[in-house]
């Protein structure tokens, strides 16, 4: 089973500010499979970056995803009000064919 | 647009069978996965499992002996049967669609509101 750590577990920060996640894999996987969303407070997921690198529809270019082999990131270049969330990462691929990191809450500073 | 929304029973009692079923609105159920996630009370995602329209299922090993999903594409409709439920199963259940192609992966694109599941006497 590919498990994924996101660090920090809490990041707290002002807007403004730019902000880094870390999801690091157990194993390598490709970064073809690595997804990342924001979730809010009583709302579902929604899909940020897929592919580790690419925008979803409608996403804002101040999110950006980077990585390969165990270590991907998700950056957010200028942080604005709406960005406080949880953030998780997601693998496809060995068994169990999807996984989440434990997420990262982002937090107002 | 593509819209998802969860259905079905939010109490369940131990040891009976939990069912929902997602229904898909604004496009077809065809050529995509379409898949379960639950999360707990102040908890992280967990998926569940998959089924592709044609059929075609995969689960997590955690809850394989106790999951069931399955699809009617007459009804634009995916539903869920996880059995035995203990208090351990509470959680917001969601229904998503995952892109998925041989070299290609588009994420969990769109998913439902969720709905809570308590398992209670």
């Known amino acids: 089973e590919i498990v994924l750590t996101q660090s920090p577990g809490t990041l707290s920060l002002s807007p403004g500010e730019r902000a880094t996640l870390s999801c690091r894999a157990s194993q390598s ?6 997804a990342w969303y924001q979730q809010k407070p009583g709302q579902a997921p929604r899909l940020l970056i897929y592919g580790a690198s690419s925008r979803a529809t409608g996403i804002p270019d101040r999110f950006s995803g980077s990585g390969s082999g165990t270590d991907f990131t998700l950056t957010i270049s200028r942080l604005e009000p709406e960005d406080f969330a949880v953030y998780y990462c997601q693998q496809y691929g060995s068994s169990p064919r999807v996984t989440f990191g434990q997420g990262t809450r982002l937090e107002i500073k | 647009q593509v819209q998802l929304q969860e259905s079905g029973p939010g109490l369940v009692k131990p040891s009976e069978t939990l069912s929902l079923t997602c229904t898909v ?3 077809s159920i065809s050529s995509y996965y379409w898949s379960w996630i639950r999360q707990s009370p ?5 998926w569940i499992g998959y089924i592709y329209y044609s059929g075609g299922t995969n689960y ?3 809850l394989k002996s106790r999951v069931t999903i399955s699809v009617d594409t ?3 409709q995916f539903s869920l049967r996880l059995s035995s439920v203990t208090a351990a199963d509470t959680a917001v259940y969601y229904c998503a669609r995952m892109g ?3 070299g290609w992966y588009d994420g969990l694109d769109y998913w439902g509101q969720g709905t809570l599941v308590t398992v209670s006497s």
């Not at chain 1, 996987?29 to 690595?34: D, M």
């Not at chain 2, 102040?42 to 967990?46: A, P």
């Open chain 1, 29 to 34: 996987i490709s970064s073809t499979y690595l």
């Open chain 2, 25 to 27: 609105s604004g496009g």
């Open chain 2, 42 to 46: 102040g908890k992280g995602l967990e």
């Open chain 2, 60 to 62: 997590n090993p955690s």
């Open chain 2, 74 to 76: 007459s009804k634009n």
């Open chain 2, 100 to 102: 998925i192609g041989s």
